[in-house]
């Protein structure tokens, strides 16, 4: 077993841990925290999968921005089902049953899978993941598209949320 | 060296837990922590594939890029509503919100 493969089986230990926490927990600021934990984890993943960016990405908009804008509304409405009461409700059962064979549906796919076991090539010498992906975005013959869709349903997002969540005169 | 199969059979793991998330939680806003979960879930499937499939065709982190904007927005509006929802109901609990049920 490599120190890579030791790396990979902490982070999905914290990952998966720390996901369990997140949909079970109490106390909603500490699920929010514990989505910040499994987020790290997630961004280790990135780092051993040689997305650099991604990593960097991960920490700053999904640590940074969302997880903290989750905190805020948490701490905005929290009058109402502080820790006390039931946080799962009636057909919590069904749920998990769906969520099992979820998993075991996607695992029995894997299993019949061939490419399943791939392992990947090494980095060619020179390969800078960060240019590619600059690159592939602003090109035209690759994603420029979608990246501009991108920053308008972010701008449509940013309107759309001021404009539900402010009060009207 | 990681087998592919690693990352997706961690994936998932960590989908279906989100999916539980999604459908036990009574919280509106721990229903979109669980909405996270299953985005981060695709993500690590995204970028496995770009990893272990042709390095060359960026088209794995992109796509892995645009979720993130969508998960952005979808964050932005979800919290927006359910801000909303609770300054003129007084409520989070999704059970309660039955405004528009038939």
């Known amino acids: ?39 790290f984890g997630v961004a280790v993943l990135y780092a051993i999968l040689d997305a650099t960016f991604l990593t960097v990405v991960q920490v700053v908009v999904y640590i940074g921005a969302i ?8 701490m905005l409405t929290r009058r109402e089902m502080r820790d006390q009461g039931e946080q799962l409700n009636k057909g919590w059962g069904a749920a998990a049953l769906i969520g099992l064979l979820t998993f075991g549906g996607l695992f029995m796919l894997l299993n019949n899978w061939r490419g399943v076991n791939a392992t990947a090539a090494a980095l060619p010498s020179g390969f800078d993941g960060v ?7 602003v090109s035209t013959d690759a994603f420029v598209l979608p990246f501009e869709v991108a920053s308008v349903l972010l701008l449509a997002a940013l309107i759309g949320a001021v404009y539900v969540a402010g009060t009207k005169k | 060296m990681i087998p592919l199969s ?9 989908f279906s837990v989100g999916l539980f998330g999604v459908l036990a939680r009574k919280n509106a806003i721990a229903i979109l922590l669980g909405v996270e979960l299953m985005l981060n879930a695709v993500n690590i499937n995204l970028v496995a594939f770009w990893r272990y499939g042709s390095l060359a065709s960026i088209a794995g982190q992109v796509f892995a890029i645009i979720v993130f904007a969508v998960a952005a927005a979808e964050v932005a509006v979800g919290l927006g509503l359910v801000i909303s929802v609770y300054r003129r109901r007084n409520t989070v609990v999704a059970d309660e919100l039955d405004l528009m049920k038939w």
Request: no cysteine; glycine share 4%; hydrophobic share 75%.
């Open chain 1, 131 to 137: 240019v590619e992906l600059g690159t592939a975005l």
């Open chain 1, 1 to 39: 077993m490599t120190a890579i493969q030791i790396i990979f089986i902490l982070s999905a230990l914290v990952i998966l841990g720390a996901a369990v926490m997140v949909v079970s927990t109490r106390n909603l600021v500490h699920a929010a925290l514990y989505l910040v934990a499994t987020l």
């Open chain 1, 67 to 74: 997880a903290i804008l989750f905190i805020f509304a948490i």
């Open chain 2, 6 to 14: 690693w990352y997706l059979i961690l994936a998932a793991a960590l």
